[in-house]
């Protein structure tokens, strides 16, 4: 349910953003408004971005092989990446030159001047609309967290990519707005360059924030506070005394790889072992479903045992 949404999101993100790239650059074409071509490659690079993010969505769906035995989910974490690049340098430090070529060289836009505020209205609804359905498909998920928990904690990259994408849009559409109108009033070309700055600089801090959050992913992230929880809740039972330490790891944001020394009974035989690992792994996947990968290791807890770190020697519960 959640990667449809995702992908709902993204493709209509997509078809948005081309369609408004395409009314942007016509009116630059028009005008020669340099917010109206900042705004024109910004949808480009969007559009590209939301291409990557069901490309990324497509190959991490490939079966595991030898070499890369344990899938490749986290392949939507790369591409999520290569979006930060693209909007970085493509939207943000090419808006960012463009500003400063229109403010060493301001003109006034002298022609068809009810061009870009017509197209700027319209993208601003079009914008209004896809970052509306990626809202909407967010909160299937976001639960109780904040918009800014979901965006730094989500596992799933393309929702907190598309929602970070569409508000810099409308942002950046407003500042575009402000730049022109201010062009038309006054009749000083800077005043579109200085619309141009200010979406470049947005479009940089949109692309830093995504990267920021996609290295976490790619470096690797256990599981949120409540997968834990419900892990740990979920260990103990028939033949499993404690959990003496665990690791997760996701694989994925559907994948999630679970390690965990287990405490048993030192009259415990082999076959009860065997019961009470089986028992417990039943038990982890009922109460997390993305658990895909489970290794548990039986052991017999000893207090006394200090020379191992905390982590490995303190049990958990």
Do not use: C
Not at 48 to 66: C, F
Not at 127 to 138: H, Q
Request: net charge neutral.
């Amino acid at each position: 349910m959640a990667a449809e949404g995702s992908t709902k999101a993204v493709v209509t993100a997509m078809f948005a953003n081309l369609g408004i790239a395409v009314t942007k650059f016509v009116a630059f074409l028009l005008t020669a408004s340099s917010s109206m071509l900042a705004e024109s490659v910004h949808s480009v690079a969007d559009t590209s971005n939301q291409a990557l993010l069901l490309l990324g969505g497509k190959r991490a769906k490939r079966k595991a092989t030898p070499e890369h035995p344990f899938g490749y989910g986290r392949e939507r974490y790369v591409y999520a990446f290569i979006v930060s690049i693209v909007l970085f340098s493509l939207g943000g430090l090419f808006a960012l030159y463009e500003a400063w070529h229109k403010w060493s060289d301001p003109h006034p836009i002298d022609s068809w001047h009810w061009v870009p505020i017509v197209v700027l209205l319209v993208a601003m609804v079009l914008e209004g609309f896809a970052l509306r359905t990626a809202v909407i498909e967010s909160n299937r998920v976001r639960g109780t967290r904040s918009w800014m928990q979901f965006v730094r904690r989500s596992k799933a990259p393309e929702l907190p990519v598309i929602l970070l994408e569409d508000l810099g849009a409308l942002l950046g559409l407003m500042f575009a707005l402000f730049g022109v109108s201010m062009t038309l009033l006054t009749g000083e070309g800077r005043w579109d360059a200085a619309g141009t700055a200010m979406i470049g600089v947005l479009l940089v801090v949109i692309a830093i924030i995504l990267a920021i959050e996609m290295k976490s992913l790619l470096i690797g992230e256990g599981a949120g506070r409540e997968h834990q929880r419900a892990i740990e809740r979920a260990l103990p039972g028939e033949g499993v005394e404690l959990v003496i330490h665990m690791r997760t790891l996701h694989l994925g944001p559907e994948q999630l790889l679970v390690a965990a020394k287990i405490a048993v009974t030192e009259s415990a035989t082999g076959e009860d072992i065997a019961a009470a690992i089986n028992a417990a792994e039943r038990r982890i996947r009922d109460a997390v479903p993305i658990a895909t990968l489970i290794y548990l290791e039986p052991d017999l807890y000893r207090p006394s045992q200090d020379s191992r770190s905390r982590t490995e020697t303190d049990p958990i519960g």
